[in-house]
């Protein structure tokens, strides 16, 4: 599987925006890109995905370079509760049901 | 609509004893996927059933099985339990192979 390189942590206050990277340089062209992040004592919960084209949902937005080889997750308005796990990772063509979990950025978001 | 149902939360087994884990996914979801995860190795995949078979495993021992009902509820089982395979095992269920996944809030197993 494709790897991916994300900072360990990030730290941001509430209502400012945040902008999370993600490397992936040898993603396949077949590869999506799934973000998903994990809040305290919960189990992982899906963000978006994307493979191309920039992606917006109600919890984010997805931008992808347009050599596709990084990515960045964005949220508009970080609050208390976006206090998280954030993991990137690439899926092949059908096999976003088995995902491979990186270490993640542990963000952080202060009054 | 309901998420996805782990039962029990919690449980305390000791060492050479046998668990059995259950998972309810989302109403409609024929994807089950289970993962482990530790403090050390992070998040794991261990295995994937579509439509009560399995189509796809990690890297984990024979001692780690699973099944899938025609209802689409699952279970994992782990026998032999060891000092490491203390963990939160968490499962996923999704529409169909290839669809974002749905995770449930775990099941904690501590191995005494």
């Known amino acids: 599987d494709a790897k991916t390189t994300q900072p360990n942590s990030m730290e941001s206050n509430e209502e400012e925006p945040v902008h999370l990277p993600c490397n992936h340089s040898?993603?396949?062209?077949?590869?999506?890109i799934h973000w998903y992040r994990q809040l305290p004592s919960q189990g992982p919960e899906y963000v978006i995905h994307?493979?191309?084209s920039n992606v917006n949902n109600r919890m984010a937005s997805l931008a992808i370079a347009e050599d596709r080889k990084s990515s960045t997750l964005i949220l508009h308005r970080a609050t208390l509760r976006d206090a998280a796990v954030y993991y990137c990772?690439?899926?092949?063509?059908?096999?976003?049901?088995?995902?491979?979990f990186g270490t993640g950025t542990r963000l952080q978001v202060t009054l | 609509k309901a998420g996805v149902t782990q039962t029990p939360r919690y449980l305390i087994k000791t060492r050479g004893q046998q668990v059995t884990l259950s998972c309810s996914p989302i109403?409609?979801?024929?994807?089950v996927s289970w993962y482990q995860q530790t403090p050390g190795q992070g998040l794991q995949f261990l295995f994937e059933?579509?439509?009560?078979?399995?189509?796809n495993k990690g890297n984990f021992p024979g001692r780690f099985s699973g099944r899938q009902f025609s209802n689409s509820r699952s279970e994992m089982n782990v026998s032999t339990l060891e000092l490491g395979d203390s963990a939160l095992y968490l499962c996923?269920?999704?529409?169909?192979?290839?669809?974002?996944?749905?995770f449930g809030d775990g099941t904690r197993l501590s191995i005494l």
């Open positions: 040898t993603i396949s062209g077949t590869d999506y």
């Open positions: 994307g493979l191309t």
């Open positions: 996923a269920s999704s529409l169909a192979l290839g669809e974002p996944q749905h």
């Open positions: 109403s409609g979801h024929r994807s």
């Open positions: 990772i690439l899926c092949g063509a059908g096999t976003a049901s088995k995902l491979t």
């Open positions: 059933y579509f439509s009560e078979t399995q189509r």
